[in-house]
């Protein structure tokens, strides 16, 4: 990371405001909403705020731009160039794009740059570089025909993304719709809309015609829900939590049917048995995986199965980490861990932990807030059991569930009792064991001896409530094309 006085550069910050449809800034109506900064309270900017005008005007655009402009009609390998200088231009602006996240949302600054804005950098240019590489299929058939299965970008997409990962999960969507052709109306969490709008503008900087990626910014009942319903969407792409991705699947049945794809929430089980190659690791890796990015993670691993006969061993290293971790201000690069999203879900989060109290959980360490800012200390208990709500409900924040087994299989039937199914972990030096309980854990994603690691090589979803489709990797590609077959007869 560049050595930077962040507090300076973000008293200096211009952030964007309004609406960017048609390549260019919309002001839009005139209504506005608060953005409003966790690190301390402070009115960021009054930013433009999407009513149904808003959306038919920016779903005009994408569709204009999809059925007369010429991004589905350029050579695949044009498309890639568009998006690799897109990529390019947010490396070029990396420390603005990580103070606006820091500041909106209270990601740590040296995860918005190291991590955040690396991840969005790599999604374009991944794709950017595979524009040009995806091919069709002609299936053989009698001497007298010819069949062809073509891959089509399938229209109009609307994105719907949260604030947890702002610029990356925004990328996940934007970067393979746009590579596979089609054109795009992104609506990012009203908590996160500045990052947003600076991707937008990026976007037509880097030469990418009018139309093709627009940004309406306002709450998901209003903006939010106007897209999911309009008939000129073709397909909407959406990550947050499982009951909006209900509303999106109704919104779908009471408009076109249009196909929507889900990556909702979790509740992801971290295994640790007695064999585990490295202990020490095995409790670290929890740790920082429950707090990092204050534990606003859909893929968190916040329930700990540890078996009992180490479970005092690694609970206590991981209490240690909770109570050595640096809290504070996100604008400070030894920051750890930044403020929770805002006073309204920091409310939410501290009712799970006063839920964990009086079910009969023990709280070994945290779970009280500190002042200045929407701050909650790193968060643990133990003696849970599987029928409290901290071991079954997303609580989204920095709070770890300590539960305990005896038997490797009552740890899978643990692990499996939960309606989410995103992401699980498994700590073992046995290659039998790692395989056949990957196989047995339902969820999208099995780390062994690891936890959030991969690359864009690799697809990331779930099952279960956890959502459909995938992000990441070429299977990305599949939610934004149409399959279709021509058969000609010679």
């Known amino acids: 990371m560049i050595d930077e006085d962040w507090a300076a550069r973000a008293e200096r910050a211009v952030l964007p405001t309004h609406h960017h449809i048609d390549g260019a800034d919309e002001p839009g109506g005139g209504a506005t909403f608060k953005a409003v900064s966790p690190r301390d309270g402070r009115l960021l900017a009054e930013v433009a705020d999407a009513g149904p005008a808003e959306v038919d005007l920016a779903v005009a655009a994408a569709r204009r731009a999809f059925d007369q402009g010429p991004w589905p009609r350029l050579a695949p390998a044009e498309r890639g160039r568009a998006l690799l200088r897109l990529a390019d231009l947010i490396e070029e602006r990396r420390a603005d794009l990580a103070l606006t996240i820091s500041l909106e949302m209270g990601k740590p600054i040296k995860d918005a740059y190291d991590i955040e804005l690396r991840a969005a950098v790599s999604t374009f240019r991944w794709y950017g570089q595979l524009a040009d590489k995806l091919t069709d299929e002609s299936p053989h058939t009698a001497p007298d025909a010819l069949a062809l299965v073509t891959r089509e970008p399938t229209g109009v997409v609307g994105a719907v993304v949260p604030w947890n990962f702002p610029l990356t999960?925004?990328?996940?969507?934007?970067a393979p719709a746009l590579a596979a052709g089609c054109t795009v109306v992104l609506k990012p969490s009203e908590r996160s809309p500045l990052s947003a709008l600076a991707l937008a503008r990026l976007a037509t900087e880097a030469g990418l015609p009018p139309g093709v990626l627009n940004v309406v910014t306002g709450d998901g009942p209003t903006a939010g829900r106007a897209l999911g319903l309009h008939p000129d969407v073709d397909v909407l792409a959406f990550t947050g939590s499982t009951a909006v991705g209900r509303h999106f699947l109704r919104y779908s049945a009471d408009s076109n049917l249009k196909r929507v794809w889900l990556e909702l929430g979790g509740k992801s089980p971290n295994i640790i048995l007695p064999d585990a190659p490295d202990l020490d690791r095995a409790a670290a890796t929890a740790a920082w995986g429950i707090f990092f990015n204050q534990g606003e993670m859909c893929t968190a691993p916040s329930r700990l199965l540890v078996h009992s006969s180490i479970a005092e061993r690694v609970t206590e290293s991981i209490v240690a980490r909770a109570r050595e971790l640096r809290v504070g201000d996100p604008l400070d690069p030894a920051t750890e861990m930044g403020p929770l999203a805002g006073e309204t879900h920091l409310a939410r989060v501290l009712d799970h932990v006063t839920s964990g109290v009086e079910e009969g959980a023990r709280l070994l360490a945290g779970g009280t807030r500190r002042p200045n800012g929407s701050y909650l200390e790193p968060t643990v208990f133990d003696r849970v059991t599987p029928g409290m709500r901290l071991a079954r409900e997303e609580i989204f924040g920095p709070v770890l569930s300590v539960l305990t087994f005896d038997d490797l299989d009552d740890a899978v039937a643990l692990a499996n009792a939960t309606e989410y199914g995103l992401a699980a972990g498994l700590w073992t030096?046995?290659?039998?064991?790692?395989?056949?309980?990957?196989?047995?854990?339902?969820?999208?994603?099995v780390w062994?001896?690891?936890?959030?690691?991969?690359?864009?090589?690799?697809?990331?979803?779930?099952?279960?409530?956890?959502?459909?489709?995938?992000?990441?990797?070429?299977?990305?590609?599949?939610?934004?094309?149409?399959?279709?077959?021509?058969?000609i007869q010679l």
């Open 169 to 174: 999960i925004a990328s996940w969507k934007v």
């Open 429 to 445: 030096a046995d290659l039998s064991t790692a395989h056949k309980v990957a196989r047995a854990l339902r969820a999208g994603t």
């Open 448 to 487: 062994v001896n690891c936890y959030e690691e991969g690359d864009l090589t690799v697809p990331f979803g779930g099952m279960k409530q956890s959502g459909n489709g995938r992000d990441k990797s070429a299977h990305a590609l599949e939610k934004y094309t149409e399959v279709k077959t021509t058969w």
